[in-house]
């Protein structure tokens, strides 16, 4: 395995995609997330995802104060990657995550790879949510390493606070592709 560089696929999910908190643009970059997959497993890269994971006591939590929509539940329909990917998610490439952006992100890929990789690229979904928090955890914790987000391959809630989120990765020196 080539561990220099690093796919992280944010929280695919059917809810995020086609449930409870649907979005037509995350819809719309399936494909191309399929495609960048599978150009990373030939060139020996490793690939891995993120799954945004709630219990039945979310509506308790602060998010789930702050954004009342049960979604994630771990094991439901919604909780699950995406169809389309999931042949590509091996549940040991998976960290189920209980919030936004992940802590034992950073901690989690050393282990999985030995190393810190010098180049992690993400895509996925929220953009303006997920993806950024962990953008700048992944920034924070390997400042020497290139952390780069592939725009296209991003939805966020809006349009709008999708391209406002790539802007504020970039002012922190993530690199958007």
Same mark, same amino acid.
């Given at each position: 395995?080539?561990?220099?560089?690093?796919?992280?696929?944010?929280?695919?999910?059917?809810?995020?995609?086609?449930?409870?908190?649907?979005?037509?643009?995350?819809?719309?970059?399936?494909?191309?997330?399929?495609?960048?997959?599978?150009?990373?497993?030939?060139?020996?890269?490793?690939?891995?995802?993120?799954?945004?994971?709630?219990?039945?006591? !979310?509506? *308790?939590?602060? =998010?789930?104060?702050?954004? &009342? #929509?049960?979604?994630? +539940?771990?094991?439901?329909?919604?909780?699950?990657?995406?169809?389309?990917?999931?042949? !590509?998610? *091996?549940?040991? =490439?998976?960290?189920?995550? &209980? #919030?936004?952006?992940? +802590?034992?992100?950073?901690?989690?890929?050393?282990?999985?790879?030995?190393?810190?990789?010098?180049?992690?690229?993400?895509?996925?979904?929220?953009?303006?949510?997920?993806?950024?928090?962990?953008?700048?955890?992944?920034?924070?914790?390997?400042?020497?390493?290139?952390?780069?987000?592939?725009?296209?391959?991003?939805?966020?809630?809006?349009?709008?606070?999708?391209?406002?989120?790539?802007?504020?990765?970039?002012?922190?020196?993530?690199?958007?592709?």
């Amino acid at each position: 395995m080539n561990r220099e560089k690093l796919l992280l696929v944010i929280d695919m999910q059917n809810d995020f995609v086609t449930g409870t908190l649907a979005n037509r643009e995350a819809e719309g970059i399936i494909e191309a997330i399929a495609e960048k997959i599978e150009s990373y497993q030939r060139d020996d890269h490793p690939v891995f995802f993120t799954r945004d994971t709630h219990g039945d006591d !979310y509506m *308790e939590t602060q =998010e789930g104060k702050l954004l &009342p #929509v049960i979604h994630c +539940l771990k094991g439901s329909p919604g909780w699950q990657i995406v169809d389309q990917l999931r042949a !590509y998610a *091996e549940e040991k =490439e998976i960290l189920d995550k &209980p #919030v936004f952006g992940s +802590l034992q992100l950073p901690e989690w890929i050393v282990e999985k790879l030995g190393c810190a990789p010098k180049e992690i690229v993400l895509c996925g979904v929220c953009t303006d949510i997920c993806v950024i928090s962990n953008a700048m955890i992944l920034k924070a914790a390997f400042p020497e390493t290139v952390v780069s987000v592939e725009g296209a391959l991003c939805a966020g809630v809006t349009p709008e606070s999708h391209q406002t989120a790539l802007a504020a990765m970039q002012a922190c020196q993530i690199h958007v592709k």
